[in-house]
């Protein structure tokens, strides 16, 4: 499968990873200036892309790969389209900046190198999840991302609010990965396709399988964990306790449009049912206006853009989910955008927390002389942000209400949604981008100045690219938004939309927007205000929930704990010989392997004699109601066993039998002296019949099974192997002895090890006192 | 003579298991002696029985030349009989110190290891 040229693609996925095993040695000999030199790895997996951009534009594909595990049919494989291509360039493009950002923003942290390693390692996990063909290598990409997402967000791991913030993110976005591993599974079984490329060939395959909508819930369930979707929106704005170079790359550019992607990608093959067309655009709706309006709620900047994040993914859903070409192409546009300005923003938002010492924004005011190239970048981000001419966000605004607005009720609520949030979006964003910079001087905490290059780089790079990128839109459509879209819809499509202004419906809307949206900036405080008062009112939110299913949990499994392991050891043996006994007999019975009825033995005489006098010794150890009683009764029962070695050709055992158990009686008889055996069976009368029933129960089995395995024809050859062997090779003609000394003399080491370290510990039982002086002269003498 | 044997070795199980059910460290104690009996006789049961033949080959022979009973098993139990007996004397020493140190030998009011009473895991992260 794999071609030659190929592996240099292969190197691209792997090399993040290698980056990530030599960061911390580049940051223990450069510092923070490392990250000029780590920058060069996503720097160049960017140029590798952009190597393929011509032919992708052209409408070709790329799929290849290595076999993986062959036995069972998987691939560890790639596939090279307009969506995957250009996700691979958000991803190490911002990838680079951010690697900038990061030395800068941690410049001097004591764990810089660590970071470097973590955020890499999440680099390629994620450039792996958008390139991966084979579902399980989608699948070990979408879990890689939420482990490193997770270590990211728990970077700061001495505050319990990040260690809290980790866990609940990779706790949701990990159930979302089973979900997904479940529906991808399923999507495999019901139509033997491994692979999004041969599903993406076969088209109607899985729209017309039988359990198309468990299997579009299942993945649904992993991609809108990951994505944030309302009501599992909750992770994200506390994923913000990172450092912020993760909240601009994690959990805005990259990292939670992964489900975003999954969607798209089966959007082609899932989409154009009526369950796609309602439960995308609901859950995206929803996610959308709740997103704003929490949103509105905030002052720290970082959980401000964190909830427009929320919101921004609701509409991407919303949008993919709409069913109209024009929709998937707003979408392919919003996401391209969204990642350029609100990852400029998250930097932007982190400059002013790192120079100024806050990130409150009613504590922030008048820093726009002190940061001007910040405040530019800010207000570049918050133009695309907003959707104004001439950037990208505007022309993927226009798109938005061209894509939704068809006349009719649904498109209408539909629109209105898409109205509301983008308005609510433009007055968030404005206000991260201008309040903290314009307006009289407040004091911080810090003295704030322009911070060092790395930390202004990447939004200033961003923010212009959100405006070239719309300038040159006849470029950008061709390479970037053209191809993806065609992956999106599943066809050929041509996006027109340039940064001219025509006049029609979406421009309207788009004026009614800007209009909504600037009375909405201008009452933010007013807004913030009653939205404080009605979620105080709500009071229960799924992230109180998150705490009480998991204190919930807790709760649970030591209450079971302390059931199943009550401490009482009658309980675990009559728990244990109650399994043994139906282990043992339901196989029995299920797969009739009972035993033939047998012959009435034929025994000699002497021989019922032993039987006999070991049912006597047994009886009597039962019943025995004093000490020497019991231990001469056991005695009985084990002489009476060696006997029956003696009888049937077993000297040695006979010997060995007789010695171990006159040694037994005589340390039972030392020992017991100090015990007490109690007079009468101190069992109540019912628990009584009850152990007699499980014993009697066990007993008859064990006995059962051992007769079924007599009747069965013997395989001798082992011991044949030993007759035959022993004098020839070994010199013995003690067949047993042979075995013990020589065939399996290892075994016997073994046991004579086992005797010794018996003998030590008795030894240290013996002798230690373990805190008892007083005991110790007592009994020591 | 295996069915006879069968019996026996149920039989065997059956006292050592009601024995062991007990709370009382004594009666446990005597249940695991006869408990490795039992054992030592399923193994040996399992490899049939044959009687009065020791595995032991002729002098002038180089291998046996009639039936002898099986060697393998009785090997396997050599070894098991002793470190039975091992382990026998370290649980019986074991419960004689138990015994002296929290001075009852009623695995219900021997609860060191597990308290009856343990407070709930902490709920923070």
């Known amino acids: ?57 052209n409408g070709e594909t790329v799929a290849a790969g290595y076999s993986w595990i062959p036995s069972l049919g998987v691939d560890f494989s790639w596939y090279i389209d307009g969506l995957s291509l250009t996700f691979a360039l958000l991803i190490t493009g911002i990838g680079a900046l951010i690697v900038l950002y990061s030395g800068g923003y941690l410049k001097g942290h004591p764990h810089l190198g660590r970071f470097f390693s973590f955020i890499l390692m999440f680099m390629g996990a994620m450039q792996g999840l958008v390139l991966a063909d084979g579902f399980l290598t989608l699948f070990v990409f979408w879990e890689l991302t939420s482990i490193t997402s997770f270590l990211l967000i728990g970077f700061d791991h001495v505050r319990e609010a990040s260690r809290r913030a980790a866990l609940q993110a990779l706790i949701v976005t990990g159930l979302g990965g089973l ?28 729209r017309e399988a039988p359990l198309y909508l468990a299997a579009l819930l299942l993945v649904l369930g992993g991609a809108f964990t990951k994505s944030a979707q309302f009501p599992f929106h909750f992770w994200l704005p506390n994923a913000m306790e990172a450092p912020t170079p993760v909240s601009a790359y994690l959990h805005s550019a990259t990292m939670v449009k992964a489900g975003v992607y999954l969607v798209m990608r089966l959007n082609p093959v899932m989409g154009d049912t009526v369950a796609w067309e309602t439960i995308l655009p ?74 100024t010492g806050t990130r409150d924004i009613t504590k922030l005011g008048g820093i726009g002389r002190a940061m001007p190239i910040t405040f530019a970048a800010a207000v570049l981000a918050a133009i695309s942000m907003g959707g104004l001419p001439p950037f990208f966000g505007f022309l993927a605004k226009e798109e938005i209400y061209a894509g939704l607005w068809q006349g009719s009720g649904w498109s209408g609520l539909i629109t209105l949604v898409a109205i509301v949030g983008n308005a609510l979006m433009f007055a968030v964003g404005f206000a991260v981008a201008l309040k903290p910079f314009t307006g009289p001087k407040v004091e911080t905490p810090k003295h704030a100045h322009e911070g060092p290059i790395l930390l202004w780089l990447g939004p200033l790079v961003l923010g212009l690219g959100g405006l070239l990128t719309a300038l040159a839109s006849p470029l950008s459509h061709r390479f970037i938004s053209n191809p993806m879209a065609s992956a999106v819809v599943g066809e050929p499509v041509e996006i027109s939309i340039s940064v001219v202004p025509h006049v029609g419906l979406p421009l309207l809307l788009s004026v009614m927007t800007i209009a909504l949206g600037i009375t909405a900036y201008l009452a933010l405080a007013r807004g913030r205000e009653i939205m404080a008062g009605t979620l105080r009112t709500i009071g229960w939110g799924p992230d109180l929930g998150f705490d009480q299913a998991i204190g919930g949990t807790v709760r649970i499994s030591s209450t079971v704990t302390r059931v199943v392991q009550s401490g009482r050891l009658d309980y675990y043996m009559t728990a244990t010989f109650i399994a043994l006994a139906l282990a043992l007999f339901v196989p029995m019975i299920l797969f009739g392997e009972l035993p033939a009825l047998p012959d009435f033995p034929s025994l000699r005489f002497y021989e019922w004699t032993v039987l006999a006098i070991a049912f006597i010794g047994l009886g009597a150890v039962l019943h025995a109601r004093d000490r020497l009683t019991a231990i001469v009764s056991l005695g009985i029962q084990g002489f009476a066993v060696a006997l029956l070695f003696m009888l049937l050709g077993a000297p040695d055992l006979s010997f060995t039998q007789f010695m171990v158990e006159t040694l037994s009686v005589v340390i039972l008889a030392l020992v017991m002296t100090r015990l007490r055996l109690s007079p009468t069976d101190h069992r109540p009368t019912g628990e009584k019949a009850g152990d007699i029933a499980i014993a009697a129960v066990c007993g008859a089995t064990l006995g059962l099974m051992l007769l079924r395995v007599t009747q069965i024809p013997f395989d001798d050859t082992l011991s044949a192997f030993f007759a035959e062997n022993s004098r020839a090779i070994a010199h013995g003609r003690n067949i047993v002895n042979v075995i013990i000394v020589d065939f399996r003399g290892l075994d016997t080491l073994g046991e004579i090890a086992v005797v010794m370290i018996a003998g030590l510990a008795i030894l240290a039982l013996v002798r230690i006192r373990a805190g008892k002086p007083a005991d110790a002269r007592k009994g020591g003498g | 003579m295996e069915t006879a044997l069968s019996a026996t070795v149920g039989i065997f199980f059956a006292v050592a298991i009601y024995l062991m059910l007990s709370k009382h460290i004594i009666r446990i104690l005597l249940g695991v002696a006869i408990f490795g009996n039992a054992v030592n006789l399923t193994i040996f049961t399992a490899g049939r029985v044959m009687r009065e033949v020791p595995p032991i080959i002729p002098e002038a022979l180089i291998a046996p030349d009639a039936a002898t009973a099986n060697p393998l098993p009785q090997a396997l139990i050599l070894t098991a009989i002793v470190i039975s007996f091992s382990f026998f004397a370290f649980l019986l020493v074991l419960a004689f110190r138990a015994y002296q140190e929290l001075g009852s030998d009623d695995t219900d009011t021997m609860r060191v290891a597990e308290p009856e009473s343990e407070d709930l895991p902490p709920l923070g992260y």
Request: hydrophobic share 60%; net charge negative; charged share 10%.
């Open chain 1, 1 to 57: 499968m794999a071609a030659d040229g190929h592996w240099l693609t292969f190197l691209v996925l792997m090399l993040p990873f290698a980056g990530a095993a030599v960061a911390p040695f580049l940051v223990r000999s450069f510092g923070h200036n490392a990250a000029w030199l780590l920058a060069l790895i996503p720097a160049f997996m960017f140029y590798h892309f952009t190597g393929f951009l011509s032919s992708v534009a």
């Open chain 1, 179 to 206: 979900s997904l591993l479940a529906g991808l599974l399923l999507i495999w079984n019901m139509t033997g396709l491994g692979s999004m490329s041969a599903l993406l060939e076969a088209e109607g395959a899985l």
């Open chain 1, 282 to 355: 609901v859950f995206g709706g929803t996610t959308l206006i709740v997103g704003t309006l929490l949103a509105v709620r905030q002052t720290d900047l970082k959980l401000m853009l964190a909830y427009t994040t929320v919101s921004s993914l609701g509409l991407l859903i919303m949008l993919t989910g709409f069913g109209s070409e024009k929709a998937a192409e707003a979408a392919v546009l919003y996401l391209v955008a969204h990642s350029m300005f609100k990852g400029a923003l998250f930097m932007v938002a982190g400059g002013i927390d790192h120079e």
